[in-house]
């Protein structure tokens, strides 16, 4: 499920052969900079015609512009939760990749990083606090959450049927026309601190996507377990 959000930001569809309209440049950035449980993922995008370039989150390499301001990627997928560096860039960088046009997808876990909350907060997205995660005692495991609370937006998402299974960290949305929240917990979840069962604000936001006003996307996941 974690191929549909990344092929929804990067503007293909999950079950389509060829690649976006809007390039195959893909910076992937990993813990390690190796594929490891990702790989399944990322060989399926190079098999619909994306060309990877898979760095580890510190690694200082991993830029995403030009010495003359032009972007070397069409696409960025960042699977460090926890970093704190994204390569060379900053959380303003990785803005300024979008606002020359690239598609960004951003996986957080319960441990995710203050480099992405400060990421998430230019786009409205507000992660839930440190060490919490998603919990529904109406399903088999508290923390593993299956939820079909899909947007209405079959134009990008296309037809949804199966739930999808949830584990990680939810967030909270701004009210914003370009912001929309593409999959929500069930409405018996809540958000809680590990080993606490204290409810937090309702149902929260699982993956939210934003489209900016150039077209480009931008993807928020709670988790890369999905």
Same mark, same amino acid.
């Given at each position: 499920?974690?191929?549909?959000?990344?092929?929804? +930001?990067?503007?293909?569809?999950?079950?389509?052969?060829?690649?976006?309209?809007?390039?195959?440049?893909?910076?992937?950035?990993?813990?390690?900079?190796?594929?490891?449980?990702?790989?399944?993922?990322?060989?399926?995008?190079?098999?619909?015609?994306?060309?990877?370039? *898979?760095?580890?989150?510190?690694?200082?390499?991993? *830029?995403?512009?030009?010495?003359?301001? +032009?972007?070397?990627?069409?696409?960025?997928?960042?699977?460090?939760?926890?970093?704190?560096?994204?390569?060379?860039?900053?959380?303003?960088?990785?803005?300024?990749?979008?606002?020359?046009?690239?598609?960004?997808?951003?996986?957080?876990?319960?441990?995710?990083?203050?480099?992405?909350? =400060?990421?998430?907060?230019?786009?409205?997205?507000?992660?839930?606090?440190? %060490?919490?995660?998603? =919990?529904?005692?109406?399903?088999?495991?508290?923390?593993?959450?299956?939820?079909?609370?899909?947007?209405? *937006?079959?134009?990008?998402?296309?037809?949804?049927?199966?739930?999808?299974?949830?584990? %990680?960290?939810?967030?909270?949305?701004?009210?914003?026309?370009?912001?929309?929240?593409?999959?929500?917990?069930?409405?018996?979840?809540?958000?809680?601190?590990?080993?606490?069962? *204290?409810?937090?604000?309702?149902?929260?936001?699982?993956?939210?996507?934003?489209?900016?006003?150039?077209? +480009?996307?931008?993807?928020?996941? %709670?988790?890369? +377990?999905?």
């Amino acid at each position: 499920m974690l191929l549909r959000w990344i092929c929804v +930001a990067l503007g293909a569809a999950a079950g389509a052969a060829a690649q976006s309209a809007s390039g195959a440049r893909v910076l992937v950035m990993t813990p390690t900079g190796g594929g490891g449980e990702y790989s399944d993922y990322l060989d399926s995008l190079r098999a619909r015609g994306f060309d990877l370039s *898979v760095r580890g989150a510190g690694n200082a390499s991993a *830029v995403l512009h030009g010495g003359d301001g +032009a972007r070397l990627y069409d696409h960025a997928v960042l699977l460090a939760p926890a970093a704190r560096r994204l390569g060379a860039a900053d959380a303003h960088g990785l803005v300024r990749f979008v606002d020359d046009g690239g598609n960004l997808v951003v996986a957080a876990g319960s441990d995710v990083s203050d480099t992405l909350r =400060t990421l998430a907060a230019q786009f409205g997205v507000t992660f839930e606090a440190r %060490g919490s995660r998603v =919990t529904d005692y109406g399903g088999a495991d508290a923390h593993t959450v299956a939820s079909a609370r899909f947007a209405d *937006v079959p134009a990008v998402l296309g037809r949804q049927a199966a739930p999808v299974l949830f584990e %990680g960290i939810g967030h909270r949305c701004a009210a914003n026309a370009l912001l929309t929240p593409v999959l929500r917990a069930p409405r018996t979840a809540f958000s809680a601190p590990a080993g606490d069962d *204290v409810a937090s604000g309702g149902a929260p936001a699982l993956v939210s996507v934003f489209q900016t006003r150039g077209n +480009a996307r931008v993807a928020f996941s %709670g988790s890369a +377990a999905l």
